[in-house]
């Protein structure tokens, strides 16, 4: 058997990501219902918490950055918080309770009825996001689950999905980065479109 070249797997990888991208346009509803739901949360003074490991830890800061700040909108700063930033916290936590409390015990600290968990994972699987998921739960938070390709217990377990069917990790977090951008442009068109007493100091676009 011929060895495949570095081109034959760069062109093989592109192709499976504009598939996988291509898939996103299924979704658009719901991320539209996400941003919405999380416009009357955000702009009613509720918050939103994300969780990820690796790559996916990137993701959740790099949503609730633009969130925090500004994606393209002018607009008042809304409450976001990406639980893998907290360093101290993070190890503090690992350190007394281990890895399965990580973000659940941070849930339980931040998050009060009426908010959004939003575990994002490539495999879905991941004992501290389950063990997260399930603690949101319990406090009355809702639970949103960006994943890779069903069957996965996250996505079970969450109250909504979206999720990636895709080959590889890679493919799957390459569409995830699109999600977290399509997700900004909802909340903040949907901020547009919300009663001014809702959001007093949000101007609208």
Known sequence: MTARSFADEATAHVFATTRALTDV???????????????????????????????????????????????????????????????????AVLNDYGAEAVFARQVRAHGRPGDVFLAVSTSGRSANLLQAARDARDAG????????????????????????????????QEVHQLVVHLLCEAIEHAL??????????????
């Open 192 to 205: 547009s479109t919300l009663p001014a007493p809702l959001l007093e100091g949000v101007p609208h676009a």
């Open 141 to 172: 938070l809702v639970v949103w689950a960006l994943t890779g390709g069903l069957p996965n217990p996250l996505a079970a377990l969450a109250d909504d999905a979206l999720t990636v069917a895709a080959p590889t990790t890679a493919t799957v």
């Open 25 to 91: 346009l299924e979704q658009v509803e719901r991320i539209d219902q996400w941003g919405r739901r999380l416009a009357t949360v955000l702009g009613g003074g509720g918050r939103l918490l994300v969780a990820g490991n690796g790559g996916s830890a990137a993701h959740a800061q790099h949503l609730t950055s633009e969130l925090v700040g500004r994606y393209r909108d002018e607009r008042r700063p809304l409450s976001a918080i990406a639980l893998t930033a907290e360093t101290s916290t993070v190890t």
